[in-house]
């Protein structure tokens, strides 16, 4: 377990004047405020432990949420619904609409989850699986 504290960055809209910062956050704390995010359109977090490089980007929009990983061992997205959904759902990231798979597309309350675990203990712990880009 990894017990640095978390550093979120969040970007609404893909405007510099929308840019935040938030230091010294718990995994607890960090999915408190991706599920404060539910709702809200076209907000970007960026996840990553104080002093890794290593970091997750949730996408929110509305009650949909996209997950990505970039780390050392490559970029991965979550993949929420196996090969059970099909097409590509429309969400708003960084000022852009954006096409993405469905089966990439979860709730922002499962999403909150899977940065949760991984905060704690890292890809093998998160809920669901992982998919190399």
């Known amino acids: 377990m990894d017990d640095r504290p978390a550093v979120v960055e969040l970007d609404r809209g893909g405007q510099s004047s929308n840019f935040s910062r938030v ?3 718990s995994p607890e704390a ?8 539910e709702g809200e359109s076209d907000i970007t977090a960026t ?3 104080e002093g890794s490089d290593a970091r997750l980007l949730v996408a929110v929009s509305g009650t949909s949420a ?7 061992d490559g970029i ?18 960084g000022g852009h609409d954006t ?6 597309i979860s709730e922002v309350t499962a999403a909150a989850d ?7 203990e890292g890809i093998d712990a998160s809920p669901g699986a992982w998919e190399r880009t």
């Open 23 to 25: 230091t010294g956050l």
């Open 66 to 72: 996209f997950v990505g990983l970039h780390s050392s």
């Open 114 to 120: 899977v940065v949760r675990e991984w905060l704690l």
């Open 30 to 37: 960090v999915a408190r405020m991706i599920r404060s995010l």
């Open 99 to 104: 096409r993405i798979k469905s089966r990439y």
């Open 47 to 49: 996840i990553r432990r």
């Open 76 to 93: 991965f997205q979550y993949v929420a619904h196996g090969d059970q959904r099909v097409g590509t759902r429309l969400l708003s990231v």
